[in-house]
């Protein structure tokens, strides 16, 4: 399957908390993205990182990328029940589209 | 002022009806895509159109045609709808074709086929 996998699951933490989100992927990439989506909507972009890009931030996000280990992590500081929502990556292969992930689903408790 | 728009936000319909999803962006980009979101929220593409253009049909069944009117419109046509067809769809556009550029995503149709 062409399709990356993220890591975990699913994430509860408590507000405050940072929340760490993992994905990996299996083939050579172009950039890889990392979007949004609040249950019942679309995906919202947050933040797109190029393949010789090791590390991007953007408030309080930090991606990081490791081309060798084919691998990305997403870092949401002091999160807050507002960022509750599930995480994809997406990774463009050359291939004129974007692979997307199955997605970490975090949750924030207040 | 809605960047994506998609109409209906649902659909329920009985297996074997054909139906029809319309997009429409204001973004002035070049390039839209259809997306299938299953029940475990895996999001696969469907299809692209670049300037009124089909670049990419994953395997589809025929049974879906997509039209692209003009670059600013792409709907998502149905037929023989089955059961399987079930899901969430979701419209998006980016400023040009290829993965390096952000992609703006509608609020998705809600199909529920019976």
């Known amino acids: 399957s062409q399709q990356g996998e993220e890591d975990p699951q699913a994430l509860s933490i408590q507000e405050g908390e940072n929340a760490t989100m993992n994905c990996s992927y299996k083939?050579?990439?172009?950039?890889l993205q990392w979007y949004r989506q609040n249950s019942g909507r679309g995906l919202v972009h947050l933040i797109l990182?190029?393949?010789?890009?090791r590390e991007k931030h953007s408030g309080r996000l930090r991606v990081t990328l490791d081309t060798s280990k084919k691998s990305s992590s997403l870092l949401i500081t002091a999160s807050r029940a507002a960022d509750t929502a599930s995480y994809f990556c997406?990774?463009?292969?050359?291939?004129?589209?974007?692979?997307f992930g199955a997605g970490t689903i975090l949750r924030v408790k207040s | 002022d809605t960047a994506v728009s998609q109409t209906p936000k649902y659909l329920v319909t009985q297996m074997g009806n054909d139906k029809s999803i319309k997009c429409e962006q204001n973004?002035?980009?070049?390039?839209m895509y259809w997306y299938k979101q299953d029940s475990k929220k895996f999001l696969k593409i469907m299809f692209s159109?670049?300037?009124?253009?089909?670049?990419i049909n994953e395997t589809v069944p025929n049974r879906f045609s997509p039209k692209s009117p003009d670059k600013a419109h792409l709907n998502l046509h149905i037929n023989s709808l089955e059961l399987g067809d079930s899901a969430v769809y979701f419209c998006?556009?980016?400023?040009?074709?290829?993965?390096?550029?952000?992609?703006?995503f509608g609020p998705g149709t809600r199909l529920t086929v019976l």
């Open positions: 998006a556009s980016s400023l040009r074709l290829a993965g390096g550029y952000e992609q703006f």
């Open positions: 083939t050579s990439i172009n950039n």
């Open positions: 990182i190029r393949s010789n890009e």
């Open positions: 997406a990774t463009d292969q050359y291939g004129n589209k974007l692979v």
């Open positions: 973004l002035g980009h070049d390039t």
């Open positions: 159109y670049n300037n009124k253009e089909l670049i």
